[in-house]
């Protein structure tokens, strides 16, 4: 019963009606009781203190007074007919002015005079006067739940207002709604919580938030209303943690043996960095503990992750099973196939190549050698992960320079065999830690923090149209020397004509300003085919040109430690992720690397502050750090998607430390008590299911 008020449909709420009913829905998501609840206001409207009249004199405030309408007259003609009332308290006097409802108004004033009046004073005239204002009836006692004095402000839009749903209604029809429901709304924490943590009660968070008694309780109910939302979700992904790890057995990689031993003592032609030791040490540990493993690889650009999945795919291998390796791109794929053939050559280990592209032909032929367990390693694309792809022991995935790479999709991998593959997935550039313990809030987490030996760090510069000659100057020099130069023009979508253009614009100033023979340009795009985006690169990686154009098909991963200067066009265009991305496909050498931002004279306070941060950085912390400043959650990164990130109240840089509170506390929790089935957990464990079961993705797995 209480369960089914909040579900009604919106429109039967009285005031709302199939129409606006309708509209709640495509304006705002929002379908029953429940969800009008759960739609805060964004801002309150002080309504607390009355003024007198003689302090009003100050414009731009919404004030209210509370006297007594002396007279009024009705003026003017057509759209300059109005009421003009006189209003006044002991300490002076205003107009009230109204072009609209002036009938009604009319008919209320010959009821009574007493009011209270609501709204912003402002000089016309001479005059001060308030247009359109609210009138409050001081003697009605209504029975109502909440308090008037602070005035709730919701977002709205143009369609929702034109449709009668502008901030007014809404905020009367939240009354309406408080009203039926205040004696309906479900605790969700335990008492012991509540009294140990002193959080406002749950029903009276939802009415504070709403309708506030005074400031204090509006920000206790927003504290109560934050942590909801933050330590729910992390119940939930630690429950989903849980019951994986609990359900799911995983493969036991017990030995290193003579892949992992041949290759690291035989053909690693550097020394590991303590991170990427310290790393691979973690995850041995978490792929010999006999559960499945689920893992966040993040680093840097450039920190080395490649190779540290390489050596634990070694490991694989060495306890008898396959791996795969997936890239977002085709030419991120290509480049670790032909990178990890290279290095593997003189070993006993077979490396396959699978994407979208392959031929039927030799994906039968792949196909096969697969299920009987003849190849070793298989890299590719997306193409990896689909269901026809059947290996004979896939033992470990590794997921490369992925943020989207969600619940879902790991989900799906689990298909795969009887026992799971441990998956690793690893993080283009870094995430700040809340986005990491939320987005990937059902993973562990390994961080390699230090960039190799000998890295010299790359100097950025923000140039101008006026700086173009010295760019080209400083691009010769560095191709006389033995560089390649990489210029990136940005895309927004790989179909749009005018950016293709762009790039080929680009590419003829480019040839004539850099002639062949010395200077071969290659270019790049997502039109290609992948064979003759793969022909570019290959050309490049050879040297064969010295330049190559492109779009951001070589944002992510792209290694060719021989090119030390990132030109990026339009950079102003581009996220700062991205930009950090990019920049990092130089440095990778032992010389020292460039990467120049090009930009047009004005920019946003945005783009300013982005290409800043590049020129002041170059910490991928630091940078994933502001750029979740500048961008706020929801968009960052591609995580939009993903749904867990769709707080109403919270927010992920602000409430930062209630993440890390409710994260703890939610571990405590289910370490505890993993069930949620002790003596006061029962609440808790109500709401659990509800949001699991709400919530698609987690549904799923649940
Ligand atoms: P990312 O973490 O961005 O994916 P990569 O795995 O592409 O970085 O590595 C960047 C470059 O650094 C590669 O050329 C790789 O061979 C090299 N590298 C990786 N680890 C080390 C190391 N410990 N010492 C020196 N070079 C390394
Ligand atoms: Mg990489």
Redesign the pocket.
């Known amino acids: 019963m209480q369960v089914n008020l909040l579900d009604t449909p919106v429109e039967f709420l009285k005031g709302v009606g199939p129409k606006k009913g309708e509209l709640f829905k495509k304006e705002f998501n929002i379908s029953t009781y429940d969800d009008l609840l759960h739609y805060y206001p964004y801002r309150h409207v002080d309504k607390s203190k009355i003024y007198k009249i003689s302090e009003s004199r100050v414009e731009g405030a919404f004030i209210q007074f509370r006297g007594r309408v002396q007279s009024y007259e009705i003026v003017g003609q057509q759209r300059a007919r109005r009421l003009v009332a006189q209003f006044a308290d002991e300490t002076g006097s205003i107009e009230l002015v109204w072009f609209n409802s002036i009938k009604w108004i009319e008919d209320l004033l010959k009821e009574r005079r007493e009011f209270i009046v609501f709204g912003k004073p402002a000089l016309f005239n001479r005059h001060w006067s308030i247009t359109h204002p609210e009138l409050i009836d001081p003697y009605t006692q209504q029975e109502l739940p909440v308090s008037l004095h602070f005035q709730p402000l919701y977002n709205t839009s143009e369609k929702a207002k034109k449709g009668g749903l502008d901030s007014k209604t809404i905020s009367k029809l939240m009354i309406m709604l408080l009203t039926q429901i205040k004696d309906v709304i479900p605790e969700t924490l335990s008492d012991d919580l509540l009294a140990k943590l002193k959080l406002l009660p749950r029903k009276e968070a939802l009415l504070q938030i709403h309708y506030p008694t005074n400031i204090e309780l509006l920000n206790k109910a927003t504290v109560r209303l934050k942590f909801d939302e933050l330590f729910f979700t992390q119940l939930c992904l630690l429950k989903m943690k849980l019951i994986t790890s609990q359900r799911v057995k995983g493969h036991v990689f017990s030995t290193v043996g003579d892949a992992f031993n041949a290759f690291y003592n035989n053909h690693l032609s550097?020394?590991?960095?303590n991170a990427?030791k310290r790393v691979i040490k973690e995850i041995r540990a978490d792929m010999g503990s006999g559960r499945q493993m689920n893992r966040l690889l993040q680093?840097?650009?450039?920190?080395?992750?490649?190779?540290?999945a390489l050596l634990l795919m070694l490991i694989a291998i060495d306890n008898g099973y396959q791996s795969c390796l997936m890239a977002p791109t085709e030419i991120l794929a290509q480049q670790h196939y032909d990178?990890i053939k290279k290095q593997l050559a003189d070993m006993d280990v077979r490396v396959e190549f699978l994407s979208g592209s392959t031929k039927p032909a030799k994906r039968k032929e792949l196909q096969e050698a697969l299920q009987n367990g003849e190849i070793n390693i298989l890299i590719g694309t997306h193409a990896l992960i689909e269901r026809k792809v059947v290996f004979q022991n896939l033992g470990f995935v590794v997921i490369?320079?992925q943020h989207r790479f969600g619940v879902e999709q790991r989900a799906k991998l689990w298909e795969k065999n009887a026992i799971p593959p441990h998956v690793l997935v690893?993080t283009?550039t870094p995430i700040p830690r809340t986005m990491a313990m939320t987005v990937y809030g059902d993973l562990d987490i390994s961080v390699?923090n230090e960039l190799?030996?000998?890295r010299k760090p790359i100097t950025t510069s923000h140039l101008f149209e006026k700086d173009r000659l010295r760019l080209f100057g400083f691009m010769k020099n560095q191709i006389d020397a033995g560089r390649q130069v990489f210029v990136v023009y940005p895309l927004i979508e790989e179909s749009e004509k005018s950016d293709l253009f762009a790039l080929m614009a680009g590419y003829d100033v480019m040839a004539e300003r850099f002639p062949l023979p010395q200077y071969a340009i290659g270019i790049v795009h997502g039109k290609m085919k992948p064979e003759e985006k793969d022909y570019e690169m290959q050309r490049f990686i050879r040297k064969e040109t010295r330049i190559l154009l492109s779009t951001t098909v070589i944002e992510v991963?792209i290694?060719v430690?021989n090119a030390t200067v990132m030109v990026i066009e339009n950079a102003e265009r581009f996220g700062l992720s991205q930009l950090h991305q990019l920049r990092?496909r130089v440095g990778?050498?032992g010389e020292q690397s460039y990467c120049l931002m090009m930009s047009s004279n004005k920019l946003t306070s945005d783009s300013k502050q982005r290409l800043t941060a590049m020129v002041n950085t170059n910490d991928g912390f630091e940078i994933a750090n502001i750029d979740l400043r500048l961008r706020g959650p929801g968009d960052f990164q591609g995580t939009r998607q993903s749904g867990m990130l769709d707080f109403k109240i919270a927010d992920l840089i602000r409430d930062e430390k209630i993440v890390v509170f409710t994260r703890d506390l939610a571990k405590q929790l289910i370490e505890d008590d993993p069930n949620l089935q002790k003596e006061g957990n029962q609440r808790m464990a109500r709401r659990l299911v509800q949001l699991m079961h709400r919530d698609q993705n987690l549904g799923m797995i649940s």
Request: aromatic content about 4%; glycine content about 24%; overall charge negative.
């Open positions: 550097f020394e590991l960095t990427q680093g840097d650009v450039g920190s080395g992750k490649t190779i540290t990178n490369d320079e690893m283009a390699i190799p030996k000998g991963g290694d430690p990092g990778r050498g």
